[in-house]
């Protein structure tokens, strides 16, 4: 268990790892971030930051040196890099954790080991092959890039009226190794962050119902709206995959929710996920609280949840919109610092609170 003033190293200094270096520093630890950009958010909430790629391996040795525990914000770190730096520090989750999870044919082929239902899949690595699947298909899937997929990007929908050739969509995501999955036609979608610690102890939060818009999540609600049978499941079967992964940390697992209420996992985050951020504002815990307690042997905190809420994403020029939902007292407002504003980059997030 470390103790007050240990130090803990994070990869990854982005929102996520504001929020986490925040909830270190109120445990009472040091943050060492780091991350190649010299003005990334989680800089200003670190004790230090060194500035150096992910896979810079003197940099890595230094971080080392310095830390009793590291963690990261992000899966799509090299493993060869966080295998080094495990030789030398505890690493929490394990590089195990991400080789299972950074590529979406091994993801999908651990949910379903774990008896966790999938949509069905092609391996695709070129585009003969691509075409041979979509045959398969009927002509409906969506192709997505095994690895450094996120926010939709690297994803390629077919079985409308303008569909790419398969040469077309295999060049578009730049011939990299890739799935090609069958259209859900889902009723919802939902999400559990479950946290669990060193001794094997597991807490999960109630799922959140969230809507995407143009492949980004744009709103998380809670409580999600489904039957209790179904959130049952969804929090059974989160557990069941984090136990199953020997998992330390915090992590989240993406579901389609059917119309008859059958849950279709589909993907893991292995780190705190967008879609947990309203546990920070509506529960006694957050998730990035149980992250830190997790990853440095503390024993997790019970939570409750005080209010309903619905979290908000400012996305690009939304974040100008701060001071408007700053003067509803109910909502919660949190800018992430970051001094360019694009098109489709997450700013900053709101969540407006109703009292349980
Ligand atoms: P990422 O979040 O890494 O970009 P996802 O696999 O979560 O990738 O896909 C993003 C979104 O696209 C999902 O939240 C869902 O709305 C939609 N989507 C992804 N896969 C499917 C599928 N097989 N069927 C229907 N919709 C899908
Ligand atoms: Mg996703």
Known sequence: MLQRGATIGLLGGGQLGRMLAEAAARLGFSVIVVDPNEDCPAARFSDRHIAAAYDDLDALDRLAALC???????????????????????????????????????????????????VDFHAIDGAPQLAMALADMGGRGILKTRRFGYDGKGQIRFGG??????????????GAPAILEALAGFDCEISVIVTRGRNGETHEFEPARNDHEGGILARSTVPCGLDSIVMADAMEKTRALASRLRYVG???????VMEDGRLIGNEIAPRVHNSGHWTEAACSVSQFEQHIRAI????????????????????????????????DGAVRVHDYGKRETRPGRKMGHVTRLVPR
């Open 68 to 118: 009793d525990v590291v963690t990261f914000e992000f899966e799509n770190i090299d493993l060869g890099a966080l295998e080094h730096l495990s030789g030398k520090v505890p690493v929490h989750p394990d590089a195990w954790a991400l080789r299972v999870t950074q590529d979406r044919l091994t993801e999908k082929t651990f949910l379903r080991e774990t008896g966790i239902e999938t």
């Open 296 to 327: 440095s042997g503390w024993p997790l905190a019970e939570s409750y949840r005080h209010s309903d809420c619905v979290m908000t994403n400012l996305i690009g020029d939304d974040i100008t919109k701060l001071p408007q939902w700053a003067a």
């Open 161 to 174: 009226d303008s569909d790419p050739t398969p040469e077309e969509a295999w060049d578009a995501i730049g």
């Open 250 to 256: 915090t992590l989240a697992l993406e579901f389609f």
